[in-house]
């Protein structure tokens, strides 16, 4: 991990489509991802990764082009006949995507680190970047909702996050731990920049800073850290972020990301549509059009957040020698 | 279970044909199966019950017609998938299959016993017949090879029966208790056969009778028991059991087996090519073409079973006024 030059924040599917921009920009192997497990739910006694998955799935290029989840060449006979013998359906596994959570299961087992299985799937997909889930220590997304307090995915796919959200937790954030690989990623003598990617900052990115250890990096790094708009013109590109935020009585706007991520992010790229918010930010804004429906579309923002990065890098070096300034 | 006219002692697709042509014939709810379990294990975290489910396929019409385990309509992708990432692929699952596989381990681990899962499973497709694991309690065929004492499905499976067998144990049956469905199945008044199906002996019916409850159900029961020939001129019908007969130094003849059984069998269905033998058996015997390709070869299989426990089933009631006699 010593070479990593850039640590991304990821989510699912909008953090998976920068990291896949960013992996087609940069070397391979200064590229790093710190992924949510917050999701991670155990289901039909198999344990489930969705953002880790979506991660691998997309660096592989088997990913769903369109669905947000799952593999493109799947097939569902596992879930019909698992329907015919009266099993949970509400939580769709491909049979293919199913090899993941019952090999995956396997190794964490048999003592495997979740850390260590997630490394050798992704070398197996031929994926060099280090995939790296936030912690291995057990972190559980729970949602306050108007239904009653609920598992991430019993909001997310059961209830289709049709109950209204009041609150989130993140249970075991605050005793979990960075992994060794988390702790190498952020010491790398290389990192210049830190990308908190545009996932759901509630649902998919405060799982990752409510853990002690890692905000704490954050706050410590050297590199600039810089987040990219999941809020295009008022509204969410994909998934409950826009609605999550009216129930939280946060205006939805590019304005109010910035403002829940607060001092940690040093610099902001901003969607064109949104460009007239530019002067409202009170750190360094790159525009650009952040919507990642291409590979181009995504290599596009990558190279905008690193653009964003480098010239605040000088800053940050600067101010290594000004502390105060 | 008080209306069971035959109960039937089974292993795996020998003895699945057999069963299919019992429920063919018998009105459904008067016919009861009792499974071998000593080759359960568990594989890739899940508990797997070849036996049963050859049962279950093979009365729901889904076995696969010549492979003699799994579906007929299945496909592979789980199992490509988890190829791609290291995991073990030399027991083959299903797509479909291991819907079965993940649901029975979901239910076992939230309390079920295999008794109960299988009544569920069966009902799920179908089948009016309880089909009945030997126990609920874990009896592990080992296979003690010339290449040291063996899982049973490393031997059976992994190293396709290649070791040539010295001895076979079944850990966990001296211990193991019939369910109470079982003991029901045996009490039920209606009782008028039993039926040890043509599986392997040593393999499939030996781990049945090393549980001394079933031993001591059988030896008390009034209903005649009588056998199917695994045994067709000199050769099995498939898998292993020729061969382990020669390992074992036993003769590979029906007379065999018959003898293998003692006096646990009062009567012996015994292939047309091998009638020759007839008169050299101590038990009465019947003879017909016992080879079970079509449902129509299964039929006439079990309608002579049946005609033989008929036949002795007088005599037995004759016994209860003689006991000695």
Chains 1, 2 share one sequence.
């Not at 990821?10 to 991802?33: C, D, E, I």
């Not at 940690?264 to 790159?286: K, Y």
Request: charged residues 20%.
């Amino acid at each position: 991990m010593s070479n990593i030059r850039v640590l991304v924040l990821s989510g699912g599917v909008g953090g998976a489509k920068l990291l896949r921009g960013l992996y087609r920009v940069l070397p391979a192997n200064t590229l790093a991802a710190l992924v949510n497990t917050g999701d991670d739910f155990e289901h039909l006694g198999l344990r489930i990764s969705p953002d880790i998955d979506t991660a691998l799935y997309t660096l592989a290029g088997l990913a769903h082009p369109t669905q947000g989840w799952g593999r493109y060449d799947e097939t569902w006979n596992f879930m019909a006949a698992l329907e015919a013998v009266g099993g949970e359906t509400w939580f769709r596994l491909g049979d293919r995507d199913l090899a993941l959570h019952v090999e995956r299961t396997r190794r964490l087992r048999a003592g495997e680190t979740l850390t260590a299985v997630t490394r050798d799937f992704a070398r197996r997909f031929g994926i060099a970047a280090p995939i790296l889930p936030m912690s291995d220590d057990p972190v559980a997304t729970r949602v306050m909702t108007d239904e009653g307090e609920l598992a991430f995915q019993d909001y997310f796919v059961r209830l289709r996050c049709v109950p209204a959200v009041h609150d989130l937790g993140f249970v075991g954030a605050d005793k979990a731990r960075l992994s060794d690989a988390a702790r190498a990623a952020f010491a790398s003598p290389e990192l210049e920049a830190i990308i908190i990617a545009p996932s759901n900052p509630w649902l998919s990115i405060d799982p990752l800073l409510a853990i002690p250890e890692l905000r704490s990096a954050l706050h410590s790094t050297k590199a600039p850290i810089v987040a990219v708009t999941p809020i295009i013109a008022g509204k969410a590109v994909k998934g409950p972020t826009a609605k999550i935020m009216n129930e939280l009585e946060i205006e939805v706007s590019p304005l109010s990301v910035a403002a829940h991520y607060g001092d940690l992010v040093d610099g902001f790229v901003l969607d064109s549509s949104d460009a007239p918010l530019a002067e409202q930010f009170n750190i360094p804004v790159e525009v650009t059009d952040t919507l990642m429906t291409s590979v181009e579309d995504s290599g596009r923002v990558a190279c905008a957040a690193c653009a964003l990065a480098a010239s605040l890098s000088v800053r940050d070096r600067w101010t290594d020698y000004c502390p105060d300034g």
